[in-house]
């Protein structure tokens, strides 16, 4: 499965982005979905997940309430709708397609990855 996310740019703090990640093929489409980031100098670090259906949700604290995912089976695509960014949220952000079909926020669990996508927030 390859994995092709884009979306990312600069924003000004408060403002919103919207992150898109299409899977190669059908396999991804039953099994769930994540979004991670990674800061520069820090770890990378979940962001959000999604099952297979949609039916299943996680989100990290720290963007809980405004971060939403998203995906559109038919299209094989994942979405990370970002609102009220501020700049703790800049950093490469990377989708993931994981083994299980529910959401998950275990890093292990993921066995496909996308090149990132550069987020930056400015204050």
């Known amino acids: 499965v390859q994995l092709q996310a884009s979306g990312g740019g600069l924003v000004q703090a408060g403002g919103s982005l919207r992150l898109s990640c299409q899977a190669s093929?059908?396999?991804?489409?039953?099994?769930?979905m994540g979004w991670f980031r990674q800061a520069p100098g820090k770890e990378r670090e979940f962001v959000a997940s999604?099952?297979?259906?949609?039916?299943?949700?996680k989100y990290a604290d720290s963007v809980k309430g405004r971060f939403t995912i998203s995906r559109d089976r038919a299209k094989d695509t994942v979405y990370l709708q970002m609102d009220s960014l501020n700049p703790e949220d800049t950093g490469d952000y990377y989708c993931?397609?994981?083994?299980?079909?529910?959401?998950?926020?275990?890093?292990?669990?993921?066995?496909?990855w996308g090149q990132g996508t550069q987020v930056t927030v400015s204050s």
């Open positions: 993931a397609v994981a083994r299980t079909p529910v959401a998950t926020s275990s890093t292990s669990t993921y066995n496909y």
């Open positions: 093929r059908r396999t991804a489409s039953n099994n769930a």
């Open positions: 999604i099952g297979w259906n949609g039916g299943s949700t």
